[in-house]
């Protein structure tokens, strides 16, 4: 059992800290958002993650909440930063919040005998890392407090089973820091815990690579690691395009070339892109520490590009079926970058809603989980609506833009009911085979929008 403290509250740090407690680590959880912590020191719990709020239930004695950093940081072995860093105007990454919890925490530091390690779970530029050590340089402070990067790769809505079964644990740093971070994932590493009924252990998992490199790779492998899956998707957005315009199927090409193990099956779904607090911010934070180092990283520059525009196809295929939406009555469902989160930052949606107003169409929107934090943020007259009902009555296209599960119980029959005209454009290619046939379906990638079998595998 160790001391950590976690720094940031977020989907990051609140699952890291409530994930290293469940492990049997003593944490205090530090955030300066004061009706955060009070939400949480009443138990409730600020984002939804599906999980989450067992997983802390079944740790609760092990975890505290709190805003001071005086007791997060007198009894720590290990303090975490898990603070936001989001894009500037240039792509570059935020570090007013990570610089400004570690300038704190530092000042905490002096004076403490005990050695603490300073892990940075934040995803940030290469050298961050040398940037705070400078920082404990100049307080003298560095026979005591030591590195480390740990760059984090959970998904949202998948947070808690991606903490307890991660494909890998990567360290940067030096041999103290690093032995110190082994024995803090040791339970993890090995696998040596009971796993909980609402997260339970993949088929397979019996330990978990812990990969120890320097501070710069661990640091760049993070963005590499989005980066690349960034392109697959926009990779396969552009055959999805290629498909549309030849007449072929991406659902299927993506199948065959999913068969050979070295491009994979996953993040070959072809639709409207890539949204949410990571694969954008990220991309484009590639970029710019590539550029301002003296490398033009064209192919990542493609891949934002193509990604920037593959959302407003969803509007073209609308204008191809209904000509102009000056005053068409559209539904859009779905807010969230992707089901199972509630977080709406960078979500297609968004610029989605907002061509269609600028087009005229009067816009009814719903999501299951997200309407009233997205509120603020959609353009006036957009009527949000708690019903997916409301939202399609009436209208003469359902644009799907979140693939949540609700949307699969509506009925064909419902849907011609409801709509003054069925024509249903799936921003995800997620319900090709309910209604392709029965409807106007059209799909990103998927030729006149039938429904085809897929491809046969002969014996
Ligand atoms: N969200 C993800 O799925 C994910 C996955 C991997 C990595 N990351 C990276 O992890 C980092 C955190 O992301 P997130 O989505 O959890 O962010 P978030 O915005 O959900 O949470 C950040 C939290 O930090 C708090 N904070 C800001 N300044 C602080 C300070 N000085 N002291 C204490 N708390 C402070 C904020 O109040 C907020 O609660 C980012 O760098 C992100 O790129 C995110
Ligand atoms: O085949 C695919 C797969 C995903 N997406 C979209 O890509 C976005 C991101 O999806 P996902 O990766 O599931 O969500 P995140 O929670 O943003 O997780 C990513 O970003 C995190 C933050 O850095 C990393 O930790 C994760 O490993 C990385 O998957 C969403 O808009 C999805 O709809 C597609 O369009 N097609």
């Known amino acids: 059992?160790?001391?950590?403290?976690?720094?940031?509250?977020?989907?990051?740090?609140?699952?890291?800290?409530?994930?290293?407690?469940?492990?049997?680590?003593?944490?205090?959880?530090?955030?300066?958002?004061?009706?955060?912590?009070?939400?949480?020191?009443?138990?409730?719990?600020?984002?939804?993650?599906p999980g989450l709020e067992d997983l802390l239930n079944s740790s609760e004695e092990r975890i505290r909440f709190t805003t001071?950093?005086?007791?997060?940081v007198s009894e720590a072995e290990v303090l975490i930063f898990a603070v936001g860093t989001p894009a500037n105007e240039d792509g570059s990454p935020n570090l007013t919040y990570l610089f400004g919890a570690a300038d704190d925490v530092i000042s905490h530091l002096i004076g403490k005998e005990t050695p603490t390690?300073?892990?940075?779970?934040?995803?940030?530029?290469?050298?961050t890392a040398d940037t705070i050590a400078d920082k404990?340089?100049?307080?003298?402070?560095?026979?005591?407090?030591?590195?480390?990067?740990?760059?984090?790769?959970?998904?949202?809505?998948?947070?808690?089973?991606?903490t307890l079964y991660p494909e890998r644990v990567v360290v940067g740093g030096g041999d103290a820091a690093v032995q110190t971070l082994r024995r803090m994932y040791e339970v993890l590493v090995e696998q040596r815990f009971e796993a909980p009924s609402f997260a339970p252990r993949p088929e397979g998992v019996e330990a978990v690579p812990f990969m120890s490199v320097d501070l710069r790779s661990a640091e760049l492998a993070k963005y590499a690691a989005n980066a690349f899956l960034a392109m697959k998707i926009s990779f396969i957005n552009e055959i999805a395009n290629v498909?549309?315009?030849?007449?072929?199927?991406?659902?299927?090409?993506?199948?065959?070339?999913?068969?050979?193990?070295?491009?994979?099956?996953?993040?070959?779904?072809?639709?409207?892109?890539?949204g949410g607090s990571c694969f954008p911010k990220d991309t484009r934070a590639l970029h710019h520490i590539a550029d301002t180092n003296g490398y033009d990283f064209k192919l990542l520059a493609a891949v934002i590009e193509v990604n920037g525009a593959q959302k407003f196809k969803l509007i073209e295929k609308a204008r191809e079926s209904l000509g102009s939406l000056q005053g068409k009555r559209i539904a859009v469902l779905g807010l969230t970058f992707k089901p199972g989160t509630d977080d709406i930052r960078e979500a297609p949606s968004?610029?989605?809603?907002?061509?269609?107003?600028?087009?005229?169409?009067?816009v009814r929107v719903h999501d299951p989980i997200a309407l009233e934090k997205s509120r603020p943020q959609l353009p006036v007259g957009v009527q949000a609506c708690v019903s997916v009902q409301e939202a399609l009555l009436g209208a003469e296209a359902a644009l799907l833009v979140t693939e949540w599960p609700e949307y699969a119980g509506i009925g064909a029959e419902q849907l011609k009911a409801w709509m003054d005209r069925p024509l249903w454009i799936d921003g995800r290619n997620a319900f090709a085979d309910q209604y392709?046939?029965?409807?106007?379906?059209?799909?990103?990638?998927?030729?006149?929008?039938?429904?085809?079998?897929?491809a046969h595998v002969h014996p």
């Open 136 to 162: 404990i340089k100049a307080f003298g402070l560095e026979d005591r407090v030591s590195i480390a990067s740990n760059p984090e790769f959970l998904r949202q809505g998948r947070a808690v089973a991606d």
């Open 68 to 72: 001071s950093y005086e007791a997060a």
């Open 350 to 362: 968004l610029p989605i809603i907002e061509e269609l107003v600028r087009e005229g169409a009067e």
């Open 117 to 127: 390690v300073l892990v940075n779970k934040s995803t940030v530029p290469v050298g």
């Open 243 to 274: 498909c549309d315009a030849v007449g072929a199927d991406v659902r299927r090409v993506a199948d065959i070339i999913g068969t050979d193990a070295r491009i994979g099956k996953s993040f070959l779904h072809a639709g409207i892109g890539y």
């Open 1 to 49: 059992m160790m001391n950590v403290s976690v720094i940031g509250t977020g989907y990051v740090g609140l699952t890291t800290g409530i994930s290293l407690a469940f492990l049997g680590h003593r944490v205090t959880c530090v955030d300066i958002d004061e009706r955060k912590i009070d939400g949480l020191k009443a138990g409730l719990m600020p984002i939804y993650e």
């Open 436 to 454: 392709g046939q029965e409807l106007e379906y059209r799909g990103v990638g998927i030729r006149g929008g039938a429904s085809r079998q897929p």
